[in-house]
């Protein structure tokens, strides 16, 4: 019986031992098993997120190359060099998505070494503040043809309004970033400083002048062009008017920054070199003050500019300014001449009319470049008195036979090269 009972324990001894060789290769082939499924599954894994990668990194670079001209993009390069001298001083696009502040602060740079390292032609910014369309635009392209490396335009409109021209107008592309803009409010003024600041990022850029939809040119190009140019001054009124459409427009909230002796009026619509349109976009202080206080009746863009420059930089104005308009009729708003008044004699008149002012320190009878306001229907008429070359028959925007108009500088007195 001992034996047998040996037998047994033996026999069962064996069978434990084979559960637990099996139970150790189970666990060894599912271990195994584990390891072969984990790395199909990281193999698998990885192809899916570096497809992906490749994916968005070529829908990226195609998206980039589509907006090739565009350098607000974050994008290679190889084509368009963002950073070129070019590019920086000659901006081609006027279309960014800069705020106001940041396009004030480019604007505002103004570089201390002196002359230009590169060929710069000084240019006539012409800088359209408008309450939509361009009515009398066919009369500007005439003005402005054969002449395109004197002059650059930009044009603010309502922010939603599309301005609309031919690809071969002087005006195509020339909108700006614009916004809303509200009559006797200091939305105006920034209208203005936003124009300013546009036309500054062209380093070409030297005398800027502030013109409606309803001025006209009543010289040719040349003799516009020279008269800014040669200019020691900058053309804006800045009188005191001791009345309550002048002094009594002050507000003594003002104080300390602006003292009523301080204040001026003025027309809204100035010409400025280079210099004073930067110290006007890079103000903070002052436009503060007038955003503030300046409210109906007080008209900030009667005020701001010919008050800042009185303060800070009358000995650089001419205080005047170089559009005509007519007061006579009295009221908020000036006269406005229609197709009926439009003849030979009225343009002549308006060049002529008795007027003597300072220029560059000598007295002139030549006082005024442009006009306003003038109606659509002064546009046929206009261009009846005009050649395609913008020179009358006669006399109307023709040359003049100025002393200071001798040397030609490429340019003829009816605008052609």
Same mark, same amino acid.
């Given at each position: 019986?001992?034996?047998?009972? /040996?037998?047994?324990?033996?026999?069962?001894? $064996?069978?434990?031992?084979?559960?637990?060789?099996? =139970?150790?290769?189970?666990?060894?082939?599912?271990?195994?098993? /584990?390891?072969?499924?984990?790395?199909?599954?990281?193999?698998?894994?990885? =192809?899916?997120?570096?497809?992906?990668?490749?994916?968005?990194?070529?829908?990226?670079?195609?998206?980039?190359?589509?907006?090739?001209?565009?350098?607000?993009?974050?994008?290679?390069?190889?084509?368009?060099?963002?950073?070129?001298?070019?590019?920086?001083?000659? &901006?081609?696009?006027?279309?960014?998505?800069?705020?106001?502040?940041?396009?004030?602060?480019?604007?505002?740079?103004?570089?201390y070494k002196k002359g230009y390292p590169f060929?710069?032609?000084?240019?006539?910014?012409?800088?359209?503040?408008?309450?939509?369309?361009? &009515?009398?635009?066919?009369?500007?392209?005439?003005?402005?043809? /054969?002449?395109?490396?004197?002059?650059?335009?930009?044009?603010?409109?309502?922010?939603?309004?599309?301005?609309?021209?031919?690809?071969?107008?002087?005006?195509?592309?020339?909108?700006? &970033?614009?916004?809303?803009?509200?009559?006797?409010?200091?939305?105006?003024?920034?209208?203005?400083?936003?124009?300013?600041?546009?036309?500054?990022?062209?380093?070409?850029?030297?005398?800027?002048?502030?013109?409606?939809?309803?001025?006209?040119?009543?010289?040719?190009?040349?003799?516009?062009?020279?008269?800014?140019?040669?200019?020691?001054?900058?053309?804006?009124?800045?009188?005191?008017?001791?009345? $309550?459409?002048?002094?009594?427009?002050?507000?003594?909230?003002?104080?300390?920054?602006?003292?009523?002796?301080?204040?001026?009026?003025?027309?809204?619509?100035?010409?400025?070199?280079?210099?004073?349109?930067?110290?006007?976009?890079?103000?903070?202080?002052?436009?503060?003050?007038?955003?503030?206080?300046?409210?109906?009746?007080?008209?900030?863009?009667?005020?701001?500019?010919?008050?800042?420059?009185?303060?800070?930089?009358?000995?650089?104005?001419?205080?005047?300014?170089?559009?005509?308009?007519?007061?006579?009729?009295?009221?908020?708003? &000036?006269? #406005?001449?229609?197709?009926v008044n439009i003849t030979e004699d009225f343009i002549?008149?308006? $060049?002529?009319?008795?007027?003597?002012?300072?220029?560059?320190?000598?007295?002139?009878?030549?006082?005024?470049?442009?006009?306003?306001?003038?109606?659509?229907?002064?546009?046929?008429?206009?261009?009846?008195?005009?050649?395609?070359?913008?020179?009358?028959? #006669?006399?109307?925007?023709?040359?003049?036979?100025?002393?200071?108009?001798?040397?030609?500088?490429?340019?003829?007195?009816?605008?052609?090269?």
């Amino acid at each position: 019986m001992a034996r047998n009972r /040996g037998d047994k324990e033996d026999a069962s001894e $064996r069978h434990m031992g084979l559960l637990k060789l099996v =139970q150790i290769l189970s666990l060894l082939v599912i271990f195994v098993a /584990g390891i072969i499924i984990g790395l199909a599954a990281s193999s698998h894994i990885n =192809q899916y997120f570096t497809s992906q990668a490749q994916l968005f990194f070529t829908n990226n670079i195609a998206s980039a190359r589509i907006s090739d001209e565009n350098c607000t993009i974050v994008k290679p390069c190889e084509k368009a060099d963002c950073l070129s001298m070019e590019r920086f001083v000659h &901006p081609d696009n006027l279309t960014h998505s800069m705020t106001d502040d940041q396009v004030f602060w480019r604007a505002s740079m103004l570089p201390y070494k002196k002359g230009y390292p590169f060929d710069r032609i000084p240019k006539v910014a012409f800088m359209f503040l408008t309450r939509g369309p361009l &009515p009398l635009l066919p009369l500007w392209e005439r003005f402005f043809r /054969g002449h395109e490396q004197y002059f650059s335009i930009y044009v603010h409109t309502p922010q939603d309004y599309v301005f609309n021209v031919s690809i071969d107008s002087s005006f195509y592309g020339r909108k700006i &970033p614009s916004k809303d803009v509200e009559w006797g409010s200091v939305s105006l003024v920034d209208a203005e400083k936003r124009l300013l600041a546009n036309a500054l990022l062209d380093f070409s850029n030297e005398r800027f002048i502030l013109l409606s939809e309803s001025c006209i040119p009543i010289y040719n190009f040349p003799t516009v062009y020279k008269y800014l140019i040669r200019s020691k001054y900058s053309f804006v009124e800045s009188y005191d008017e001791p009345t $309550r459409y002048g002094r009594g427009r002050y507000n003594r909230k003002m104080l300390p920054d602006i003292h009523l002796y301080q204040w001026r009026k003025g027309s809204q619509w100035f010409e400025i070199q280079r210099d004073l349109a930067v110290y006007i976009v890079s103000d903070t202080k002052y436009y503060t003050v007038f955003k503030k206080y300046c409210r109906p009746a007080c008209y900030p863009d009667e005020h701001y500019i010919p008050t800042y420059l009185n303060m800070f930089h009358g000995s650089l104005n001419a205080n005047r300014s170089v559009t005509w308009v007519d007061w006579s009729i009295g009221g908020p708003h &000036p006269a #406005t001449y229609g197709g009926v008044n439009i003849t030979e004699d009225f343009i002549q008149s308006l $060049r002529n009319n008795g007027t003597q002012c300072s220029y560059n320190s000598e007295m002139t009878s030549v006082c005024y470049l442009f006009a306003r306001k003038f109606a659509p229907s002064a546009l046929i008429p206009l261009l009846n008195l005009t050649s395609t070359q913008g020179c009358m028959r #006669t006399h109307g925007f023709g040359a003049l036979d100025t002393e200071w108009l001798a040397p030609s500088d490429g340019l003829d007195p009816c605008g052609t090269r």
